[in-house]
């Protein structure tokens, strides 16, 4: 009983930090553009991805299963919290996705990013550990609730290629950051 115990909490905080960690590598990921090419669009990368971390940790703090604030989803206001963070997740994925593809427009100095095999066969070793343990908690224990839905999970996972490679992505130091001119 301690082994199922043990692997339950496990693969709780294991798919907490896949979770957390991907919007941690696009903050990262997005200091570096803002300090590469301060602006309003590097700006609006960064505001996005924190908006998406913090509103992905207010729903952890309060619907964890195991020392969340309600951990039965029973209070009245629950309902306007899923709806509130809902809406506060959409507008950070908005802002981070605007900022990025306008930031991405043709200019010197731009590289395209690089594909190892090494990048792809870690990326490809997260998704495939994810998507084990959310198929096991799925079959075997669809009494857990995690405290974001199946789909939020999946999208976090599915957004490693991505944070991984904005992360990475190369800068070429010998050509200075372009004039942006403001879109906004």
Do not use: C
């Amino acid at each position: 009983m301690m082994i199922y115990y043990l692997f339950f909490y496990g693969g709780d905080v294991i798919l907490s930090l896949l979770v957390f960690i991907v919007y941690i590598l696009l903050i990262i990921g997005a200091v570096k553009e803002w300090r590469w090419i301060p602006g309003r669009i590097s700006r609006l990368q960064l505001e996005g991805a924190i908006i998406m971390f913090l509103g992905t940790i207010a729903k952890w703090v309060v619907l964890n299963q195991f020392f969340g604030l309600d951990r039965l989803q029973s209070e009245e206001w629950i309902y306007w919290f899923n709806r509130g963070e809902l809406g506060l997740f959409f507008v950070g994925l908005i802002l981070f996705g605007l900022g990025f593809f306008l930031s991405r427009r043709p200019r010197p100095g731009l590289k395209p990013w690089n594909a190892g095999l090494k990048r792809l066969t870690l990326i490809s070793f997260i998704v495939v550990l994810g998507f084990v343990i959310l198929t096991w908690f799925h079959l075997y224990a669809r009494w857990f609730h995690f405290s974001w839905e199946y789909a939020r999970v999946l999208f976090s996972i599915a957004l490693y290629p991505f944070a991984i490679g904005y992360l990475k992505q190369e800068r070429n130091p010998s050509v200075p950051p372009p004039e942006m001119t403001d879109l906004i």
